[in-house]
């Protein structure tokens, strides 16, 4: 979507309340509220729960002046375009370089959000007005994200009904990328969140339905689909509802090919209503363009903290090396995937990665989850999981990863921290080092003392609620030696090499350095939380049989 570059204009900004680190002690406990007292096994939210809800919404609107990005720019454009033109030129129009890219369930919730736009100013609503960004603009598009946030908090209290409590609450990552950098991963989350729990209420036909929607409404999610496929094709299809065993189905074939189509029907009615309209027009391959632009790159211009970062930065240590050993070395590119822009480039010294490589490698690393998925049968507890290890490899793996893409493993992984120490030893390392890598996003001095307070206050809540549940320290000392490493990092990202006395010849070498640290951790949580679920499913099947 948005180019992330060091060189953006951040708004103008004069709200000293969202610049205080009273504002994100605020924060930060009304969601240390919600986090703690969703109740189990409650038919209704908890009146906390509900007034910790509304107190978090206000103190939101302290954050209408803060920094916002270019997607503030991508997500007005859009509303113009689905408000001004016509059906079949809202995946043409070229007008704005942010052209319209998301799947067409979002491109009508646009659509939508524009008939309301239009009594705040108009004016937003023109194509032409490229970057408007009225007060009144301003003030719609936070306070839409604001009002479609509630989908979240509806998602976090029926997974809490579940769980007992919704470790997903805790985390900073949604204050910093939806209400400060300007996006609506709440909301959509919201809808995963709700499709979750059909899930563990045992209702797939409505879990299936939640998540179509959510597909059609942003194609990230599409990597989720194989734990979805998998799940449902085992447990609801082939064996029928629960109690069915797996080693004798009770249904007959009938039953099951009346099930498959019940669940197609669903399904299928989803994506027809989304994609309908367009295949009528002859559109369907111009849509389907617009949502998978290969020509983007491998990376990002800020490297997400995956395994290609990890590559990347070899590559470039590589040619500093052969050059140093005179070797011949072609400079030419070896700047361009650190030069801020998002655009293709070749590696120097190792191959350079095509999209089919990252999706083979992307499939490699969950194909195992995906086994011990199948032979989970009637365990949505093992689809969570299995869910939240497609999220990671995609992460880890996929083509032109964003940073923002680690909330698909760390919202997951929030509700599996409390049911195992593993997992809640995994939790607490990496939503620390997740949610560091998402620093560089904002990178305006006023937004320092917000995204340092509520990191840091996120990580003490973590740690009393996680050792209140397991009562033992849950980080080694190399993990927290490898945490206290994030300090140096930080003043490098803040200062700058200038300041530092390290030349102003490399203006993205502390991006580069936190990709790379970030992404030691994250490789790390990673493997851990593999072998953790996919050796402990090996080691509880070998008992059983």
Same mark, same amino acid.
């Given at each position: 979507?948005?180019?992330?570059?060091?060189?953006?204009?951040?708004?103008?900004?004069?709200?000293?309340?969202?610049?205080?680190?009273?504002?994100?002690?605020?924060?930060?406990?009304?969601?240390?509220?919600?986090?703690?007292?969703?109740?189990?096994?409650?038919?209704?939210?908890?009146?906390?729960?509900?007034?910790?809800?509304?107190?978090?919404?206000?103190?939101?609107?302290?954050?209408?002046?803060?920094?916002?990005?270019?997607?503030?720019?991508?997500?007005?454009?859009?509303?113009?375009?689905?408000?001004?033109?016509?059906?079949?030129?809202?995946?043409?129009?070229?007008?704005?370089?942010?052209?319209?890219?998301?799947?067409?369930?979002?491109?009508?919730?646009?659509?939508?959000?524009?008939?309301?736009?239009?009594?705040?100013?108009?004016?937003?609503?023109?194509?032409?007005?490229?970057?408007?960004?009225?007060?009144?603009?301003?003030?719609?598009?936070?306070?839409?994200?604001?009002?479609?946030?509630?989908?979240?908090?509806?998602?976090?209290?029926?997974?809490?009904?579940?769980?007992?409590?919704?470790?997903?609450?805790?985390?900073?990552?949604?204050?910093?990328?939806?209400?400060?950098?300007?996006?609506?991963?709440?909301?959509?989350?919201?809808?995963?969140?709700?499709?979750?729990?059909?899930?563990?209420?045992?209702?797939?036909?409505?879990?299936?339905?939640?998540?179509?929607?959510?597909?059609?409404?942003?194609?990230?999610?599409?990597?989720?689909?194989?734990?979805?496929?998998?799940?449902?094709?085992?447990?609801?299809?082939?064996?029928?509802?629960?109690?069915?065993?797996?080693?004798?189905?009770?249904?007959?074939?009938?039953?099951?090919?009346?099930?498959?189509?019940?669940?197609?029907?669903?399904?299928?009615?989803?994506? *027809?209503?989304? =994609? #309908?309209?367009?295949?009528?027009?002859?559109?369907? $391959?111009? %849509? +389907?363009?617009? !949502?998978?632009?290969?020509?983007?790159?491998?990376?990002?211009?800020?490297?997400?903290?995956?395994?290609?970062?990890?590559?990347?930065?070899?590559?470039?240590?590589?040619?500093?090396?052969?050059?140093?050993?005179?070797?011949?070395?072609?400079?030419?590119?070896?700047?361009?995937?650190?030069?801020?822009?998002?655009?293709?480039?070749?590696?120097?010294?190792?191959?350079?990665?095509?999209?089919?490589?990252?999706?083979?490698?992307?499939?490699?690393?969950?194909?195992?989850?995906?086994?011990?998925?199948?032979?989970?049968?009637?365990?949505?507890?093992?689809?969570?999981?299995?869910?939240?290890?497609?999220?990671?490899? *995609?992460?880890? =793996? #996929?083509?032109?990863?964003?940073?923002?893409?680690? $909330?698909? %493993? +760390?919202?997951? !992984?929030?509700?599996?921290?409390?049911?195992?120490?593993?997992?809640?030893?995994?939790?607490?390392?990496?939503?620390?080092?997740?949610?560091?890598?998402?620093?560089?996003?904002?990178?305006?001095?006023?937004?320092?003392?917000?995204?340092?307070?509520?990191?840091?206050?996120?990580?003490?809540?973590?740690?009393?609620?996680?050792?209140?549940?397991?009562?033992?320290?849950?980080?080694?000392?190399?993990?927290?030696?490898?945490?206290?490493?994030?300090?140096?990092?930080?003043?490098?990202?803040?200062?700058?090499?200038?300041?530092?006395?390290?030349?102003?010849?490399?203006?993205?070498?502390?991006?580069?350095?936190?990709?790379?640290?970030?992404?030691?951790?994250?490789?790390?949580?990673?493997?851990? $939380?593999?072998? +953790?679920?996919?050796?402990?499913?090996?080691?509880?099947?070998?008992?059983?049989?």
């Amino acid at each position: 979507m948005a180019t992330f570059t060091r060189n953006q204009s951040p708004a103008s900004c004069q709200g000293g309340a969202a610049r205080t680190p009273l504002f994100c002690i605020s924060i930060c406990i009304v969601q240390h509220t919600i986090y703690s007292q969703t109740a189990a096994g409650s038919g209704r939210p908890s009146r906390m729960f509900g007034l910790a809800v509304i107190g978090m919404s206000c103190l939101k609107l302290l954050l209408l002046p803060a920094y916002r990005s270019t997607d503030f720019e991508v997500h007005r454009n859009w509303l113009a375009v689905t408000h001004s033109l016509p059906l079949d030129r809202w995946y043409v129009d070229q007008t704005s370089p942010w052209t319209l890219d998301y799947p067409p369930l979002f491109a009508w919730f646009e659509f939508l959000l524009a008939k309301v736009a239009q009594f705040f100013d108009a004016a937003m609503l023109d194509v032409n007005n490229l970057n408007y960004a009225s007060p009144m603009t301003v003030l719609f598009q936070r306070l839409s994200v604001i009002v479609t946030d509630l989908v979240f908090a509806y998602g976090c209290k029926v997974c809490g009904e579940e769980v007992g409590r919704v470790g997903g609450m805790g985390g900073p990552g949604l204050l910093l990328v939806d209400h400060i950098h300007f996006q609506y991963n709440g909301f959509l989350f919201g809808l995963l969140f709700i499709s979750i729990a059909r899930m563990l209420q045992r209702r797939e036909i409505e879990s299936a339905f939640w998540f179509s929607i959510l597909l059609n409404l942003k194609h990230i999610y599409l990597y989720l689909a194989p734990a979805y496929f998998i799940y449902l094709l085992r447990s609801y299809v082939l064996l029928g509802p629960f109690p069915a065993r797996a080693d004798k189905p009770q249904t007959s074939r009938l039953a099951q090919l009346l099930r498959l189509v019940k669940l197609g029907v669903v399904v299928g009615m989803v994506f *027809s209503l989304s =994609f #309908g309209p367009f295949i009528m027009r002859g559109q369907l $391959l111009q %849509v +389907l363009a617009r !949502l998978f632009p290969f020509r983007r790159g491998l990376c990002h211009a800020y490297w997400a903290p995956n395994f290609w970062a990890l590559y990347n930065f070899a590559d470039k240590m590589l040619v500093v090396v052969g050059g140093r050993l005179g070797w011949q070395v072609a400079k030419q590119g070896v700047a361009s995937m650190t030069g801020g822009l998002v655009q293709e480039f070749s590696h120097t010294v190792l191959p350079s990665v095509p999209p089919v490589a990252t999706l083979i490698a992307t499939a490699l690393s969950i194909v195992p989850g995906l086994v011990v998925l199948w032979r989970s049968p009637h365990s949505p507890w093992q689809f969570i999981r299995m869910l939240m290890l497609c999220g990671f490899g *995609s992460f880890m =793996f #996929g083509w032109h990863v964003h940073e923002k893409a680690i $909330l698909m %493993v +760390l919202l997951p !992984l929030g509700l599996l921290c409390l049911l195992r120490k593993g997992e809640a030893q995994v939790f607490m390392f990496l939503s620390i080092v997740g949610h560091f890598s998402l620093f560089p996003l904002l990178f305006t001095p006023q937004e320092t003392p917000i995204k340092v307070t509520a990191l840091v206050l996120h990580a003490l809540f973590t740690v009393q609620v996680l050792r209140a549940q397991w009562g033992q320290p849950l980080l080694h000392a190399i993990e927290n030696l490898y945490l206290l490493g994030l300090v140096p990092l930080f003043l490098l990202l803040e200062l700058g090499p200038g300041r530092l006395g390290l030349g102003e010849g490399l203006p993205f070498l502390p991006l580069m350095l936190v990709s790379v640290y970030c992404a030691l951790g994250v490789t790390y949580s990673w493997l851990k $939380l593999t072998y +953790l679920v996919i050796g402990s499913a090996w080691k509880f099947k070998k008992k059983t049989s």
